[in-house]
């Protein structure tokens, strides 16, 4: 196609921080679809495309307890997608929706609208560790995980906390105790159990009424987030969403186009 075939050319991510092509503010939560629609920006671009362009803003969860600020960008047309399959599956229910990334965050989700937002690092702090510490050859390891020894992990984290849960890991290769599946394991079931904590939290103080919760991956980080929220004892349910023909993103973008019209 040529550039007059296009009738408009929406983004959303991180190109709408200070680092990307124009920083726009993120939107209050709660907000539904035809709410988020009037928070988006036209802006001419005339470097690049030369023409206007539609930026969708990130989303924020405000509170004046400063452990309760989540912020994301990106994950919100995402969410926006799914709110009419969640609706089918579950009405006006509250539901925990789980998006796995270097920045994994947890949307609460009531009908058509995302009412909260729990943010935590992750990808990277697997990355780092992976990368520049003596568990790198634990975490290098090829194979399926192992359910219960990622469960391990969980409850190690609980007990003992970050570090010498971690120091548990490298004590298993020092001594080469166990499969190094089992360790790798372990591990993560460690370095991704704080997301449970930090959800359970987030429910219990937000949203009580909650006890469902939505892993949207698939695949070996969809079984890792499945095995780490069975953990919780909020959480009667929880699923892994199998992932669409059309892509969760641009439905969302469908959707608020639909909404804009």
């Known amino acids: 196609i040529s550039d007059p075939d296009v009738e408009r050319i929406c983004i959303s991510g991180m190109v709408t921080t200070k680092y990307g092509i124009r920083e726009v503010p993120h939107c209050l939560l709660p907000v539904s679809g035809e709410e988020f629609v009037g928070h988006l920006v036209s802006f001419h671009e005339d470097k690049q495309f030369k023409r206007d362009l539609i930026l969708v803003p990130g989303i924020r969860q405000s509170s004046d307890a400063f452990e309760l600020i989540g912020l994301a960008r990106g994950e919100e047309i995402e969410l926006f997608g799914m709110t009419d399959m969640l609706q089918r599956e579950y009405g006006d229910r509250t539901v925990a929706v789980a998006m796995p990334g270097s920045h994994t965050h947890v949307a609460f989700v ?49 007990q003992y906390g970050l570090t010498r849960a971690l120091y548990l890991s490298h004590t298993m290769n020092m001594l080469d105790q166990y499969k190094m599946i089992d360790r790798k394991s372990f591990t993560e079931g460690v370095l ?70």
């Open 192 to 261: 991704f159990g704080g997301i449970a904590q930090s959800t359970e939290y987030f429910a219990q103080k937000l949203f009580p009424e909650c006890n469902t919760l939505l892993i949207a991956a698939n695949g070996e980080v969809g079984e890792l987030y499945h095995t780490v929220f069975s953990t919780c004892e909020r959480f009667t349910t929880v699923k892994i969403i199998p992932a669409p023909q059309e892509p969760w993103a641009l439905q969302g973008y469908r959707k608020l186009l639909l909404c804009e019209i």
């Open 110 to 158: 009531q009908g058509d609208r995302i009412v909260g937002l729990c943010s935590n690092i992750t990808g990277e702090i697997f990355y780092a560790i992976k990368e520049s510490t003596v568990l790198a050859p634990i975490l290098s390891e090829d194979g399926v995980l192992n359910p219960e020894w990622v469960a391990k992990g969980v409850a190690a984290l609980n």
